[in-house]
């Protein structure tokens, strides 16, 4: 069974600095990886859409890579900024599925 | 539309009452999915549509859950005898084809709290 987990749960940090996000998954057979952005409320905004055969994509200042043998993803952020806070889900598409599994996302806090 | 809508944005409703989520996919979007996400969680699949045929509803909880779309465009999701454990956010996304590559990209949700 797929299970994709994020590290940390939550994180704070003052404008400017670079992050990254971990986001970890059990099983590699899957189509592909996205990221997204939910903001208090809201519904999610994707940010990066990673296909398998792909190892990284990029969008103004983030960047996503994918590592499927191993599990992993993460999403950099370059000098964050206060409207950066948000939370941030990853999530996969296993193969012969339609549905995506998520992971329970990072809470990201940028403070002035 | 420009994106996925929902309709209510919150519904309030007491158990055992029916009620009734509606989405509105991106205008040409073939795939609809239904998601239920719970306060700290990710969200989690109930049903996807190809067409307007269920074509996976295995994330379906019970039987008190059922959705429809009926002209392949608009979906309801319905809940019977809804009960407090139902409460939750109710997301919706569609994508362009079933196309396993395809990005889905969601609606803003409807918060569904159950007194």
């Known amino acids: 069974k797929q299970e994709v987990t994020q590290i940390p749960a939550a994180l704070s940090v003052p404008e400017g600095e670079n992050l990254v996000l971990n986001c970890s998954f059990t099983?590699?057979?899957?189509?592909?990886l996205q990221w997204f952005r939910q903001d208090p409320g809201k519904g999610l905004t994707s940010l990066l859409l990673?296909?398998?055969?792909?190892r990284e994509q990029t969008s103004g200042r983030l960047n996503a890579s994918l590592d499927k043998s191993s599990g992993r993803s993460t999403l950099y952020i370059a000098a964050s900024q206060p409207g950066d806070s948000a939370t941030y889900l990853c999530?996969?598409?296993?193969?012969?599925?339609?549905?995506?599994?998520f992971g329970t996302g990072t809470r990201l806090q940028v403070f002035p | 539309g420009a994106g996925v809508s929902q309709t209510p944005s919150n519904k309030v409703t007491e158990k055992g009452k029916y009620v009734e989520l509606r989405c509105d996919p991106i205008?040409?979007?073939?795939?609809l999915y239904w998601y239920r996400q719970s306060l700290g969680q990710g969200p989690e699949f109930l049903i996807y549509?190809?067409?307007?045929?269920?074509?996976?509803d295995s994330g379906l909880p019970n039987d008190r859950f059922f959705a429809v779309r009926p002209e392949g465009s608009v979906s309801t999701l319905k809940i019977q005898r809804t009960e407090r454990g139902d409460s939750a956010v109710y997301l919706c996304?569609?994508?362009?084809?079933?196309?396993?590559?395809?990005?889905?990209?969601f609606g803003p949700g409807t918060r569904l709290t159950v007194l």
């Open positions: 205008s040409g979007h073939t795939a």
């Open positions: 999530a996969v598409r296993p193969y012969n599925t339609d549905k995506l599994i």
């Open positions: 549509f190809q067409g307007t045929g269920a074509a996976d």
């Open positions: 996304a569609s994508s362009q084809t079933s196309w396993a590559g395809n990005e889905q990209f």
């Open positions: 099983d590699s057979a899957i189509y592909n």
């Open positions: 990673i296909q398998s055969s792909q």
